[in-house]
């Protein structure tokens, strides 16, 4: 289990410590170091999600999304909605509004309520073409952590 993801199955809460930015994987354009959808969160069906997200990129602004999983994702995005309500950052396209470079912070909260295969998205321009993306699973099997 990855320490940042915490599963309390009395609760039924996760509460996942994703940080944009936090290896220099990927030109930081990255989840926790993961890019590429090369790792998947992964959460028991209708628990509480609690997404603290930090940007630790010194240079770019990011943001972050749980949506269908696209094979290829475009480089600008129009209008996308979460897959879950609450499932997404604020400003979450734009450039100079989402969550700032240097360690900036966001909290988002959501019910996995529907079992699944999504993904975890910044929606920046072009950073999601360019691999800024991980695999996000609802799981009705109770599994839960960090899939390779
Ligand atoms: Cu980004």
Known sequence: MADWIVV?????????????????????????????????????????????????????????????????????FTDVEPTFAGAVTSNP??????????????TITFTASTAGEYALVCLIPAHAITGMWIGFAVSDSGDSGLRM
């Open 8 to 76: 309390d199955e009395g609760a039924q809460t996760v509460t996942i410590d994703l940080i944009a930015g936090e290896t220099d994987a990927n030109n930081r354009w990255n989840f926790n170091g993961y890019a590429n959808g090369e790792a998947t969160v992964v959460v028991p069906v209708g628990f509480t999600v609690t997404v603290n997200f930090e940007n630790r990129d010194p240079a770019n602004y990011h943001s972050v999304i749980v949506m269908e999983p696209m094979d290829t994702y475009p480089p600008t």
């Open 93 to 106: 396209m734009s450039m100079t509004d989402a969550t700032a470079p240097g360690g900036g912070t966001e």
